[in-house]
Every structure is written in C-alpha cells, then in structure tokens.
C-alpha cells in the first residue's frame, strides 16, 4: 500500500453506472518522511476521509476488495486514515502533529 | 485511476474477436495541473468520450469492470468523462473552461 | 494498451506444460509518433503477427482473456494487429505508409 | 517477489473494516546487495516479521494469497522471512550476518 | 514476460505455509541484447532452472498459472528456459552460444 494526503475532490456527470454515488478523490502520494513524492492519481474513498488527511492506499484488484468498491472499475481506493507511523523507533507521523524529522 | 486527455482513435481490422465492436481510444495521461505528463496508451471507451475530452482511466483488472469491457483482454478503460476537479479548495479544471491556474 | 511493434520471435523447449504449442514474440513498445520507446518484452501471440508489424499489447490479467492465452501463465498478448491511428484529427501511423508526421 | 527490510511500523484506527487486527508494516525495498532501492510501501504481515528483518514481499493480486491478507485490500504483503540468498555462488546476505560483500 | 538471468537462490526457513517447498529464485532482467537492466527480484521456479540460465519470468496474477504456483502468494514466475531468440532476422541469444551481436 502506499501513504498519501488527500488533495481534494473530483466530480464526473457522464460516467459508468458501476460508480454512480462513489467518491472520487484526489490524491498525492507521500514518503516515510510524509514529503510528496511528485505522483499523483485519483481514488475512490472507502473510509470518509477528508481533504488533507493523511491515508492509506490499496490499488490493483486489491482495491476492489471494499465493501464501497466491490465489483466497480476501481484500481485504487483510500482504505484507512492514517493515526501514525513510526521508522527506526521513531514517530515519522502523527495526525495531530503532522510529519517530519522536528 | 489516471486523469487522462482523449488525442485520438485507432483502428484494427485482424485482432481477437472479444474486442469485434469496442471503439479504441488513444489517450495521454495529465497531471492535477491538467498538463500532460508525456505518457500515453490505448484505452477502451466505456462512455462515449470524445476527441479533447478529460476522462478517468482505470488500469489492470479493474479495467475490465465496465460493461463494455468485461471478460475482454482490456488493461485500460475510460469509464468517466470528468466535469471539474478541485485541489486545496481551488479549482484546477473546469470541462468548459479547460485547466491551470489562471 | 501499449503500442508496439514486433521484433522477432523466441524459442523455448523447457518450459510449464501450459504454454506448449504458444507462439511467444519479441516486441519492442512505441509512442504515439510510432517511434520505440526503449522498452522491450516478450508476448504470446493470439492474432498471427509478423516480424514488424505494429501491434496492440494487453499486459497484466487482462492478457489471459483471449482463447490463445486463457489460463495460461502469460502477462502480455499480441490481442490486435494495427492498422492506423489518428492524434488530433491528423493520421499519425497507417499499416501501409508508416508512421511519423511527414 | 522483491527483497525489503522492515523499517517501522503503522496505525490507523478509521479503516475499512476488513483489515481490523491486521498488522502494517513500513517496508524499504532492497537490491541483492542489500541496500535499500530508496522505494518503501506499506505492507501487511504474514509471519510476524520485527523491525530490521529482511523479509520477502508478494504484491498485486498475490498479496492476497495467505492466510492472513485472502479477501482484504491488501496489495503488499510480508510472506517470508529471509535467513539467506547467494549470487553467483557466493553468499550476499545471511540473517546473523548481514549484507554487503565483506 | 521479461528475459532474464538466474543470479542465485534464497533460502528462508520462516515464511507462510502456501510456500513450503517452492524453489526461490534470485534473477536479474535483460533487454534484447541479452544484457542486464539493473533490475533484480526473487522469483519461484516452474521449470527446473539453473543458476546462469537464461529465462522467461511472468508476472502478476499471471505467475500463479503454473502447476508449481497455484494458489500462492507468487508474483513473479519462471516458467521457460530461453533456448534463443532472434531480432530482425538475427539470432541476438544461443543458449549454448550465449547472447551478443558478435
């Protein structure tokens, strides 16, 4: 899976009727400092997450593997809203803090 | 999925008959700035998309969850045609009034 | 789908039972100017492409929805021979002329 | 299958729910010398691997192929914990011994 | 599929059950001149392949098509030894004459 930081929100009128009701966001991918890494794609969200929050990404077949996503032309979803991660012991991230090496 | 521009269409007359009847598009992947970022591929159309349109594309089996595209050696489709996108509140792409930061 | 024209071929005689009797192809990947991209791989063949001809790949799961290559351990199929496409209304590759932008 | 080192591990408590108890893992990739590629992901475990092993990722649709990731959104898993591999006939990397080519 | 050449093998004593007793395999991949790419991984082997010989890897889902990796945690496969290939006519690799435009 990869980390990354929702950026904001994509609409779509005319599209297959397997995503109708779905929410697509956008978002750019992160490293284990929490720093973008250039990339970015659009995902369908499983868990409700909101612009800037940082999350985990599944894609491939894998991302259809959501209750939200199941059987729709997904190949990658938010499925969870990072709290925390920790490198070598060390807190990289924390929600309510934000990243870095500080 | 990939945020992409339709360039144009493609024709196979000798190819295998799961795909006899499915209209072949070339694309060109954009970034969240809507600019190209100079990668390109043949997509399945899902929806009807036309030359210059903004679309979605999903990738791998995902790919193949649209009805056009099911059980057919499909690795990308456009399954959306995109309205408008938004990043950190501000609008980066409007259909009618096209991408940037102007 | 990537674009990409043949190369040669490849010859094999150890190898999984599933695969016996498979043409397998040398193909190198182009733009959509019909230029090489520098990348490179071998494909089953499910359409009787010949050396040089410009062809339509289909990679990942997708590969094995043809009848050549179902349930065949195959990550890449020649599913199409080309015959033209167009970018921005312009013709850009055609099956007896070539390609590029003359 | 690509060759990481654990690097920390990840928590997140909003998350679709069918990776609830499922532990995640902050991986670096490494080359066969045993250097970190300078890519890392986020993968779940399957062997309760500890941080600084050396261990084995399955990835895409595979990932889901043990026990403990079937039927999740899991794109990367940990399958095996590594104790050795040799190139060329000569040993690169052993558990009790580390890297490199001293 | 990708050429490439078998470097060595990897043992591992801690790993999930679905893998007991599948040979692992450390390879390196090759363009079409039969030389090195810089890109490494582990792979399971169908096949019977030596250390030095030169094979066909599948990827994906598409590595568990084989008797060998049914079911398991495989994304990568060899699945052929590579007795030659030719390029333009050209016969670029020998099994037993190695590869080269000599």
Known sequence: MLLARVAGTLVSTRKDPSIEGIKLL??????????????????????????????L???GSS???TRVTKDRPCDAVVMAIVD????????RFHKYRGGGRS
Chains 1, 2, 3, 4, 5 share one sequence.
């Open 63 to 65: 991302a259809r593997q």
């Open 57 to 59: 990404l599944a894609q």
């Open 26 to 55: 956008v978002v750019r991918t992160l490293d284990l400092d929490g720093e973008e890494t250039g990339q970015s794609l659009v995902a369908m969200d499983a868990v409700g997450a909101g612009v800037d929050e940082v999350v």
């Open 84 to 91: 925390t991660w920790e490198v070598e012991g060390e807190e």
